[in-house]
């Protein structure tokens, strides 16, 4: 494999823009997978919230994946490898947090023409709604419409809890309700068991790591940046949120940057 060249900028290691350019490959070796979490996908020049970004360079950020000879995969296919023990080098997972309409509408399209697999992450009791989580984002998608996409058989549901509550700072009684009414209702809604959880916010702690669990979680994900490797807690596993600003650059950048620069 011909590995992505480095500079230095500030001190870290950075692929060399010309490298990236080129589209020449990144290198994988004990780097371990990644997991890109997503919220909304669109062409609403009036959407102002955070991680919003065009279709377009959602469709760039794939398709430069798969031209620097990294894998995309089912998320359930890295934890799978995670729990057992099984090499994660040069694997990526797409996730979508929220179950914005965007994403039915703009971005599953893209992956089912380039045959992608993903997860979006529900929040269960607040479907074809106006989020009251975030204030000005396009609406959720109905039970509906979340059936009509595991119907592409490339989209996987996820928990994201009932409520989009911060889990740490709730009672362990409305925390074990919130994690456990969501994945009934998931498990009902797609006809499988949901087993995988996005933490709203990416908030958690030890509490909600063992309440997950007991809820009946294999594992659970954050929003701390980072890769997955065999030393990862499948209780806070690290995605990388990703924005419009994720050039065909920084996208490198991030994806071969050495595990102890994080």
Same mark, same amino acid.
């Given at each position: 494999? $011909?590995?992505?060249?480095?500079?230095?900028?500030?001190?870290?290691?950075?692929?060399?823009?010309?490298?990236?350019?080129?589209?020449?490959?990144?290198? $994988?070796?004990? &780097?371990?997978?990644? %997991?890109?979490?997503?919220?909304?996908?669109?062409?609403?020049?009036?959407?102002?919230?955070?991680?919003?970004?065009?279709?377009?360079?959602? *469709?760039?950020?794939?398709?430069?994946?798969?031209?620097?000879?990294?894998?995309?995969?089912?998320?359930?296919?890295?934890?799978?490898?995670?729990?057992?023990? *099984?090499?994660?080098?040069?694997?990526?997972?797409?996730?979508?947090?929220?179950?914005?309409?965007?994403?039915?509408?703009?971005?599953?399209?893209?992956?089912?023409?380039?045959?992608?697999?993903?997860?979006?992450?529900?929040?269960?009791?607040?479907?074809?709604?106006?989020?009251?989580?975030?204030?000005?984002?396009? *609406?959720?998608?109905?039970?509906?419409?979340? $059936?009509?996409?595991?119907?592409?058989? !490339?989209?996987?549901?996820?928990?994201?809890?009932?409520?989009?509550?911060?889990?740490?700072? %709730?009672?362990?009684?409305?925390?074990?309700?919130?994690?456990?009414?969501?994945?009934?209702?998931?498990?009902?809604?797609?006809?499988?068991?949901?087993?995988?959880?996005?933490?709203?916010?990416?908030?958690?702690?030890?509490?909600?790591?063992?309440?997950?669990?007991?809820?009946?979680?294999?594992?659970?994900?954050? &929003?701390?940046?980072?890769?997955?490797?065999?030393?990862?807690?499948?209780?806070?596993?690290?995605?990388?949120?990703?924005?419009?600003?994720?050039?065909? &650059?920084?996208?490198?950048?991030? !994806?071969?940057?050495? !595990?102890?620069?994080?």
């Amino acid at each position: 494999m $011909v590995s992505i060249g480095t500079l230095t900028r500030k001190g870290r290691g950075i692929p060399s823009a010309t490298a990236a350019r080129l589209g020449r490959r990144l290198p $994988v070796r004990g &780097f371990g997978a990644a %997991v890109l979490c997503y919220h909304d996908v669109g062409r609403d020049p009036a959407n102002r919230t955070d991680y919003y970004l065009s279709p377009d360079r959602f *469709r760039e950020q794939i398709e430069w994946i798969r031209a620097w000879g990294l894998s995309i995969v089912p998320l359930a296919e890295i934890v799978d490898r995670l729990l057992s023990g *099984r090499d994660l080098d040069g694997l990526v997972a797409v996730t979508f947090d929220d179950a914005l309409a965007g994403v039915a509408e703009h971005a599953i399209p893209i992956l089912v023409e380039l045959n992608v697999p993903s997860t979006v992450f529900v929040v269960t009791d607040e479907l074809g709604v106006d989020p009251p989580f975030w204030p000005g984002a396009a *609406r959720t998608l109905t039970a509906t419409e979340l $059936v009509a996409l595991t119907r592409t058989g !490339l989209v996987s549901l996820g928990s994201h809890t009932q409520h989009h509550m911060s889990l740490p700072d %709730v009672d362990p009684a409305a925390r074990a309700t919130e994690l456990g009414g969501s994945r009934a209702t998931l498990d009902a809604l797609s006809g499988t068991a949901t087993d995988l959880l996005a933490y709203p916010s990416g908030h958690h702690d030890e509490d909600c790591e063992r309440a997950s669990a007991a809820a009946g979680y294999r594992a659970a994900f954050t &929003f701390s940046f980072g890769r997955v490797t065999r030393s990862t807690d499948p209780f806070a596993i690290p995605r990388f949120c990703m924005t419009a600003e994720h050039d065909r &650059f920084r996208l490198a950048r991030q !994806l071969a940057r050495p !595990l102890t620069s994080w």
